[in-house]
């Protein structure tokens, strides 16, 4: 396109040349002027059409080839349509301890014939658990689940054809290394494992092959998970699953570990760094924490905190603190610290270490 467009202009030239020889000085300028602008708005649109595909290129969330067990190229059902939105289901049973336990499935199918897909164990006891804390919207209630959370699975697949039948086929899935967000309305999604802060990007830009499926049966407008025998039903919850593994990977490897938005991210890092169960879990008044200091005498001013108090004197791993049962965790916008929570007054800070 741009070489044609310098042919036309180099013609364009010529023929005013030609032409142009008895017109005024001024109206050969005007035209030569036409020429320019013309020659700039189109090198400017090439320019704007190479950038745009770069950008999708970057911000593909699934690879442009991918291919099927058998090494045929995959391509969309014609049934996609039908099966389109946001689906869960749940199935309860006693474990052997006669604890209630909940199988929750969720799966979000997109019009390009993509899914995601996230599973989790909920445990549940008579006295609930007082460890799965999240704030809730307001920014300033403290709430717990009252269940733990576990056995979480995350994969992105697309929907495609074997035996004749539908079949969610698996490209790419998080089952290690990732653990539960709570979000502020109290659903569950996935996070990176803050013990595992680094992250590999699963690379969007590779030749993707299909690797086995998910055990749903897509029947007429149906969908059925096979494993939980239950029928999922329309969710119309926030949409929780809208981000591919390969969208979360290049999110995670590129994140720093300490970088939160609000409260609530913090409160679930911290959380998800716990080894021992947690007895309680307290929000402290942040204007009474801003007169604390590290051991290189670092006036701390955190903006998010919270505390833990444990079972035992066991701290979170990298806390060398002892002799409380109560640790204190706050985040300055920069680098998370932890101290004693016992004496306000003289808090020492002392930089966390994951």
Wanted: charged content about 25%; glycine content about 6%.
């Amino acid at each position: 396109m741009k070489r044609n467009g310098y042919l036309m202009a180099a013609v364009l030239s010529l023929t005013i040349f030609m032409s142009g020889c008895g017109s005024s000085k001024s109206e050969s300028h005007q035209k030569q002027e036409e020429i320019t602008t013309s020659i700039s708005l189109e090198n400017s649109s090439t320019s704007s059409e190479t950038e745009s595909k770069s950008n999708t290129q970057e911000n593909l969330t699934l690879p442009k080839k991918i291919l099927l067990s058998n090494g045929d190229e995959w391509s969309k059902p014609a049934d996609v349509k039908q099966f389109v939105g946001t689906f869960s289901t749940s199935s309860i049973r006693m474990d052997a301890a006669g604890m209630k336990q909940v199988d929750i499935a969720k799966i979000k199918i997109n019009e390009d014939g993509s899914f995601n897909y996230i599973e989790y164990l909920e445990t549940h006891t008579e006295t609930g658990r007082e460890d799965s804390y999240y704030i809730s919207d307001n920014n300033e209630s403290l709430e717990s689940l009252g269940y733990e959370v576990s056995n979480i699975r995350y994969v992105t697949g697309i929907l495609g054809m074997e035996y004749g039948e539908m079949t969610a086929l698996k490209l790419e899935e998080f089952s290690l290394g990732i653990q539960p967000f709570i979000n502020s309305d109290g659903t569950i999604t996935a996070q990176r494992n803050p013990k595992n802060p680094n992250y590999e990007t699963v690379d969007v830009n590779k030749e993707a092959v299909v690797e086995g499926s998910i055990d749903l049966i897509f029947d007429n407008d149906k969908i059925v998970s096979n494993d939980l025998e239950a029928e999922f039903s329309e969710d119309s919850t926030k949409n929780i699953i809208d981000k591919s593994v390969y969208e979360l990977s290049k999110e995670w490897s590129e994140t720093g570990k300490q970088d939160f938005d609000d409260l609530n991210e913090f409160v679930q890092y911290v959380q998800g760094n716990h080894t021992v169960a947690s007895e309680k879990c307290i929000l402290p008044n942040i204007s009474e924490l801003s007169d604390g200091y590290t051991k290189d005498n670092e006036n701390i001013k955190p903006i998010f905190a919270i505390v833990f108090e444990n079972n035992s004197s066991t701290r979170i791993k990298g806390n060398s603190l002892s002799g409380s049962n109560r640790t204190l965790y706050a985040y300055d916008g920069k680098n998370i610290y932890t101290s004693d929570y016992d004496d306000l007054e003289s808090l020492q800070w002392s930089e966390y270490e994951n």
